[in-house]
Every structure is written in structure tokens, then in C-alpha cells.
């Protein structure tokens, strides 16, 4: 009935709305169709009327101070962004327009007011919500943050994820059928850290449900991108659908799932290390670990452990698994950067280590490596993207490209996965990279999950259906 796991063939783009929606995929979509264009339109012609042909004063004085203060604050944008490293490939150009866009309308507002009629100043106002919608939804695509409006508002009003259970009625669901499995949301002591984190997520497949006491799971620690929340694999990634199909052809076995919380905050670039942003790297490798094994009983054996992450997440999981081989055996990098990153070297060592270059080093997957040495029974997959030969191309499912992490288009750090794997050979890891042609989205982060989850189960020690 099982089949010991093969290495998994490079993802594939699934078409936007293949999986069933479990409240998250039903809705208008946020990244492609008429929305996204009738709310960028609609933008356009607000303001228009908002800035009018006026007086004389208006349209030779004012309105070009307007549209200078759109220009200044779109260029502000793009060198903030590029200053903090925030993408390793500049970001599309109809996003600096529509922050240009919102800036002027902010300032039609203001420079035009005296003197302007009632409804045009209404007009002038509600062209600037307008136009700062707009540029999130430009955002949006690139990142592939939300795909439906659904999703945006299950977010944002913190709606329950798929299956959501509280901590107290698992007991009640001992010795039950669950059918699917349960997410758990828990607040995980830092004790170990001091790390400032949210409330993380724990996914208990129905296995774990069997029997007087919880079996001894295998675990997998899931970390998202950079800018991030624990539950974006949920919400943005949507994994659950592909999950509960995958535990209903294996008799309901699967590894426990934690979703972390690698920053504090959505906008805390730790990049998983300890530093002046945290100490990120001892809340997952201190805290998450015990907690899991003492409240849920699963297993401490290491060759039962992995790491899945995401673009930044990618980064931390490499990083985790050779700086700490005592937890876990294995990884799978989607996406990730060569090793931690903030911006230039220089940059990376000052922001995320205080100008420390020797802690930088020490969590430099490649200088760790090499100081280790021989690595035992360590594997990990890499999938990656393909550099894009000719220019802005749209990823197979037509879904928007986006950085859902770091990086529009993932050039930055072009064949990060090929120097990593390649070194990790040389110290004993058995490693594989994918490489496909797409857009850095989560759409491409679940579909590089879901093809690599029969191989992921079968690494942690757990049986995997001949169907996977």
C-alpha cells in the first residue's frame, strides 16, 4: 500500500483557483480580472476631476507643484525601498506611479482647497483613498499576497483559518474521527528567548487524535517570508486543501505542522537570527521545539524534524538546519537568499548584527558549514526560480508575479541554491535543486510545498500512500 518517497519533480504553477476554498479561495480575485483594472480606473478618473481646469493660477502654478510632490514622493518610495533592500529586483513600474499618484492627490487636496468648490473638494478627497487603494492592489500582484478579496478581509478581520481549534477542546476530540486535521493557535513561552512573538499556529493531522494518548509525531516548522504573519501559509499559501488530501489517502498520517512566527511583527526583518531585531533564531530553536514536544508529545528525535520556509523563510530554514543538526535533519529552501540578508553585506552586518561581523559570520550558512564539517544523515531540497531571460514574463497559472517575501522576480541572488547545495555535497548533504519559470508568489511557494510533501513526509520517518 506504501511506496518509499521519491525526490519530488520540480513544482507547477496550479491554476489560481484549483483547490477547493475552504472560505479563503471563494470571492473576486485580487491579483488579476476586472477589479483590480475598475478600481485603478475609476483612480484615474476621480482625480482628474478632482484637479480640473480651474483658474489660471491653478493650472500654471499649482497643479505642477502638485505633480511635483507626486514625483518627489515616488522617487522617496523607490530609494527607501532600495536602501533598505527590501526586493532584490525593482519592483514594477505602475507601483511607483500609483504612489506618485496618491502623493499629488494629497497635495490637490491640500494646495487646492481655498477656493474650490464643495464638491470638488469631496472629489479631491476621495480621490486620495482611491488612489491608496490602488497602490495596494498594484502591491498585492506583485507580492501575491492576497488572491481574493475573501482572503484580504478573512486577514484582516483575524476570520478563523481552516479547521481552527482552541487548545481547550482538544481533549473532548481524543479517541474521535476528526475527518480532517485541527489548527491550534497557541502562545508559545520565550522563555528560552525573550523573543516578543504572536500567536503561532500548530496544524495536528488525525492521527493525532488516535488512541489514549498522543502518538510521537514527527514535526515540521514552517516560516513564511519576510514580511509576514504565522498564519500566511494558511491565508496566503493555502496549503490546508492539498494537506487534507493528502492525510485522507495516507489513513489520516502526517507530520505535526508549527507555523511560526520568525519576526514579531509583519514588518521585523530578523531573517531568523539573533540580533538588535531579536532573537529570533533561540525562539525557534528553544521555544518552539520544547513546547511542542512537552504539549503535544511529539518526537525530539532529530531525523524526525524538518524546516520549510519560504523566501526569507528559505534563508531561515538552510540556516536552521546546519547551524543545528542536534534538532533537525532536514529542509526545503523555496526561494531563499544565499544566506541572511538586509541590503548589501555591509548593510545585512549593521542592521541585522549591530556591525558585528564575526555574529554575522556565525550565521552564514556557507561559513558554518565549512566550520562544521561532515554533516550525518542532513538532506534538503531547494526549489527555486529560473532567472527570467525575456524580461517581465507572467508565471504559467497567468496569476501576477510578486515577491511574497523578497525579491519581484528573484534575480538578485541568482543561483543561490546551485552555490549552497553545491557546498553542502561537499560536507555530507544530500541535496537536490529545482528550478522552475515563475513569479516569487505564494502561489509558487504552495505549489513547491505540495509537490514536495510526499517526499517530506517519507525524510521525517512517516508512511506515504503509492498514489502521492
Known sequence: MFAAPA???????????????????????????????????????????????????????????????????????????????????????????????????LAVVVLGWRGARWWRRGIALLAVPLALLSTGIVLNQWVGYYPTVQAAWNALTAGPLPHQTELAALPALRGTNVGDGRIVPVRIPDAGSGFPHRTEYVYLPPVWFTGATPPALPVVMMIAGEFNTPADWLRSGQIMPELDRFTAANGGRAPILVFVDSSGSFNNDTECVNGPRGDAADHLTKDVPGYVESRFGATADPARWAVVGWSMGGTCAVDLAVMHPELLHTFIDIAGDIGPSSGTKEQTIQRLFGGDA?????????????????????????????????????????????????????????????????????????CTVHTSQGGHTWQFAAAAFTSSLPWLVGRVGMPVPDTA
Open 7 to 105: 525526490i519530488p519533480a520540480a513544482p507547477q504553477l496550479p491554476p489560481a483557483d484549483s483547490h477547493p476554498d475552504y472560505g479563503f479561495r471563494h470571492g473576486l480575485s485580487l491579483t488579476h480580472g476586472w477589479l483590480p483594472v475598475t478600481v485603478q480606473v475609476l483612480a484615474v478618473v476621480v482625480l482628474a476631476v478632482a484637479i480640473g481646469w480651474r483658474t489660471r493660477r491653478w493650472r500654471l502654478v499649482w497643479l505642477p507643484v502638485c505633480a511635483l510632490f507626486g514625483a518627489a514622493g515616488a522617487v522617496a518610495a523607490w530609494a527607501y525601498m532600495n536602501d533598505q533592500g527590501l526586493a532584490s529586483d525593482p519592483a514594477p513600474g505602475p507601483l511607483w506611479v500609483c504612489v506618485g499618484a496618491t502623493v499629488a492627490a
Open 358 to 430: 564575526e555574529r554575522w559570520a556565525a550565521f552564514d550558512p556557507r561559513t558554518v558549514m565549512a566550520a562544521h564539517g561532515g554533516y550525518t544523515g542532513m538532506a534538503g531540497l531547494f526549489d527555486d526560480l529560473a532567472p527570467q531571460r525575456t524580461g517581465r514574463q507572467r508565471p504559467a497559472s497567468g496569476a501576477a508575479t510578486g515577491l511574497g517575501g523578497r525579491g519581484g522576480y528573484d534575480t538578485g541572488e541568482t543561483g543561490a541554491a546551485e552555490k549552497l547545495c553545491d557546498q553542502a555535497k561537499t560536507v555530507g548533504i544530500d
